[in-house]
């Protein structure tokens, strides 16, 4: 005889001390003559600070890439919460 246990799981943000850190990355996203995307990003940094200074010395040199968009990463994890 088998018995099985049904459970429900969740999904929501890693808060546990050792969870990867939340990090912030910027894109251009202006448009060339043909409509292509610039395509040049930022590294990504735990302080988005860092990555809108990426965004600004980027925008110096090219000053016609006013557009970009944050790609943030935020860590997720499954937890098990109880029978179902």
Known sequence: MRRFRF???VLRPDAE???PPITHRFRCIALDEGD???GAH??????????QEWAFGHWRANPDHTG???VVE??????MDGPA
């Open 7 to 9: 459970v429900k799981w």
């Open 17 to 19: 001390p050792d969870a």
């Open 36 to 38: 292509d995307e610039c």
């Open 42 to 51: 930022s590294a990504a940094f735990t302080d988005p600070g860092r990555a």
């Open 68 to 70: 970009f968009a944050e």
């Open 74 to 79: 935020r860590p997720w994890v499954m937890w």
